[in-house]
T-cell receptor, first 112, second 114 residues
Framework: SQTIHQWPATLVQPVGSPLSLECTVE??????LYWYRQAAGRGLQLLFY??????ISSEVPQNLSASRPQDRQFILSSKKLLLSDSGFYLC???????????FGAGSRLTVL | AQSVTQPDIHITVSEGASLELRCNYS??????LFWYVQSPGQGLQLLLK??????LVQGIKGFEAEFKRSQSSFNLRKPSVHWSDAAEYFC????????????FGAGTRLFVKA
């Protein structure tokens, strides 16, 4: 069966520190991978998506970047965190033809 | 680019009453439409989806939604709400534009009173 792992579950980081959130998918090949950020009252904001290894599309210019070093691994990074980067980050995957998203449990980031 | 509007930030209904959550989308072609639910402490789960065919689609937990192209709407309904339906509901629109993207609305939080 397909599963998605996301870690760490919670993270408290000082302003200016780096960030690395990881996501891995099991049980499927060549999935589309996504990073979303959820903020209260704003729904889920699509940050990045990837259709294959090394292929990253950015939806929102910001302080974050994403990478896909392997088919089923998706990483969200930042070199220097801002207060505004605080939030709940969700990784998800989908495959054609229906592109239903399957989400990870999420990573809650607090930047102090 | 596609977009989604959920005009109601929160809704309160009595247990046993009917429910309708509103969703309007913007997209030039026929979109893929979804409703997801996020229960307290739970992850996001698909309720139902529409791609083509019958405009009334059935989902899990007794939910249904109707696609109305003329109104660019995809409202979610349930005839009788249970206390366990209290959650946040997200409407989403997907499209294949050089890679499939799903864009979510801001969500509607449902409160159920006894």
């Amino acid at each position: 069966s397909q599963t998605i792992h996301q870690w760490p579950a919670t993270l408290v980081q000082p302003v200016g520190s780096p960030l690395s959130l990881e996501c891995t998918v099991e049980g499927t090949s060549n999935p589309n991978l996504y990073w979303y950020r959820q903020a209260a009252g704003r729904g889920l904001q699509l940050l990045f998506y990837s259709v294959g290894i090394g292929q990253i599309s950015s939806e929102v210019p910001q302080n974050l970047s994403a990478s896909r070093p392997q088919d089923r691994q998706f990483i969200l990074s930042s070199k220097k965190l801002l207060l505004s980067d605080s939030g709940f980050y969700l990784c998800a995957w989908s495959v054609p033809p229906f592109y239903v998203l399957t989400f990870g449990a999420g990573s809650r980031l607090t930047v102090l | 680019a596609q977009s989604v509007t959920q005009p109601d930030i929160h809704i309160t209904v009595s247990e046993g009453a009917s429910l309708e959550l509103r969703c309007n989308y913007s997209y030039g072609a026929t979109p893929y439409l979804f409703w997801y639910v996020q229960s307290p402490g739970q992850g996001l789960q698909l309720l139902l989806k529409y791609f083509s065919g019958d405009t009334l689609v059935q989902g899990i937990k007794g939910f249904e939604a109707e696609f109305k192209r003329s109104q660019s709407s995809f409202n979610l309904r349930k005839p009788s709400v249970h206390w366990s339906d209290a959650a946040e509901y997200f409407c989403a629109v997907g499209a294949n534009t050089g890679g499939f993207k799903t864009i979510f609305g801001a969500g509607t939080r449902l409160f159920v009173k006894a």
